[in-house]
């Protein structure tokens, strides 16, 4: 069993940073795949960002490409999102993913991930 628990959304203008947090139970984090997936009010959840499992390789959506960053610290189990330069379509709820099966990077789709924590709000203003 692995919990997440994502913190660090809020209200930002346009133009603005926000960092999320992912911190993670379980003792075998190094091994799982992470990600984070956004979901906004009406739309399907998308695939924002994933990080291999040393942290060595990660991969974006284009839509937050050069914007956001995903860096991970496998001593501390915790994912981290630095998000900047925000624009109002980055507004959703933003949760954290854990896969724990996968053997190749990266993975894209939602079904590959097991765990998902709670989601945090994310609203920029223009």
């Known amino acids: 069993q692995v919990q997440l628990v994502e913190s660090g959304g809020g209200l930002v203008q346009a133009g603005g940073s926000l960092r999320l947090s992912c911190a993670a139970s379980g003792r075998t984090f190094s091994s799982y795949v992470m990600g984070w997936f956004r979901q906004a009010p009406g739309k399907e959840r998308e695939f924002v960002a994933a990080i291999s499992w040393s942290g060595g390789n990660t991969y974006y959506a284009d839509s937050v490409k050069g914007r956001f960053t995903l860096s991970r610290d496998n001593i501390k189990n915790t994912v981290f999102l630095q998000m900047n330069s925000l624009k109002p379509e980055d507004s959703a709820v933003y949760y954290c993913?854990?896969?724990?099966?996968?053997?190749?990077?990266?993975?894209?789709?939602?079904?590959?991930?097991?765990?998902w924590g709670q989601g945090t709000q994310v609203t920029v203003s223009s």
């Open positions: 993913a854990a896969d724990i099966h996968s053997s190749v990077f990266p993975s894209l789709s939602h079904v590959e991930y097991s765990y």
